[in-house]
């Protein structure tokens, strides 16, 4: 407060309205007001509602405190904020400013994604347009990936390669992740179906069909064993899982086939926001959607 005898109709209050009013606050924002000025602070501790904060509402709280600030980002494993290094702008754990180096990752087969890019994406986003330093560390971390790999599969050669394209959208971190497959001789069948995964509900091993944990986690298998079966070179078959936003497509062409994955991993939260949570196995429920949502949004115009 610029003047520290100013008495704002908040403060003058009576203090059952007071608390009243403060009590519709969530925990890590109660713990923000505290913050805010010493005759705020002094009236939540006399009433005493200023919680104590569990561990993932303090790392949300940590998050919401740094908004404003380019030069830092919250680590779930340390609980602490970490100024931002190279390393963070470009994904590699060896140069990251984390003494831990271990980030709360997602791996969708050769793509992977961890909390601390999509934090710094999130805020950059905000900031990009008036400032050319921050546009730049956010077209690093918005890069598009790719990789390929070559295999020996029963005598004969088959070629993958991944790619990811991050986007922000609507105030979300979204990824497009797209797996290509090519034998060099004969057809794909379900007896070659390569191991892969859209996410950490949703995989594909072999043998075919060696997918274990009940029918709701085989809507990838049962996709890609539509487009195999079809006799239409490239028709595109659509699914989605039920626990996470991930939506997915699959084409087969004789000796190749096509996956395309699109993913939400959710707003400027924090890494206990449901939206994040529900990509981990650990965090694994239904999630009520529409099937093709997230797709849809991924491809909005800004």
């Known amino acids: 407060m610029d003047n520290p005898n100013a008495q704002t109709p908040f403060l003058q ?23 805010t000025c010493r005759s705020i602070r002094h009236m939540l501790q006399k009433e005493k509602i200023v919680p104590a904060l569990s561990a993932p509402e303090h790392v949300r709280l940590l998050v919401h405190l740094s908004r404003g600030n380019p030069d830092v980002w919250v680590c779930a494993t340390c609980k602490k904020q970490h100024p931002v290094t190279e390393g963070d702008l470009w994904g590699d754990n060896r140069f990251s400013s984390c003494p831990n180096r271990k980030f709360s990752r997602r791996r969708e087969g050769m793509c992977r994604i961890n909390y601390a890019r999509v934090q710094l994406a999130l805020k950059y986003s905000r900031f990009a347009i008036d400032n050319s330093r921050i546009d730049s560390h956010l077209k690093r971390l918005i890069r598009p990936e790719g990789s390929v790999l070559r295999v020996k599969h029963r005598h ?12 922000v959208i609507d105030g979300r971190f979204l990824v497009k992740y797209t797996w290509k497959y090519r034998l060099h001789s004969g057809s794909y069948t379900p007896s070659k179906m390569p191991s892969m995964m859209v996410c950490d509900h949703q995989r594909l091993l072999r043998p075919a069909g060696g997918v274990v944990w009940g029918e709701e986690r085989k809507q990838l298998f049962r996709t890609v064993l539509q487009a195999m079966l079809d006799d239409r070179n490239g028709v595109e078959y659509c699914g989605s899982c039920p626990f996470c936003p991930t939506d997915f497509t ?10 395309d994955a699109w993913k939400d991993f959710g707003p400027e939260d924090g890494p206990s926001n449901p939206t994040w949570k529900s990509h981990s196995l650990s965090e694994a429920q239904r999630t009520p959607k529409h099937r093709g949502s997230v797709r849809r949004l991924y491809y909005e115009i800004y």
């Open 156 to 167: 004969n050669l088959a070629e993958f390669t991944s790619s990811s394209r991050p986007r």
């Open 250 to 259: 699959v084409r087969s062409f004789d000796n190749r086939m096509r996956i």
């Open 13 to 35: 209050l009576h203090s059952d309205a007071f608390r009243a009013i403060v009590e519709e606050l969530s925990d890590h924002t109660k713990v923000l007001l505290s913050q």
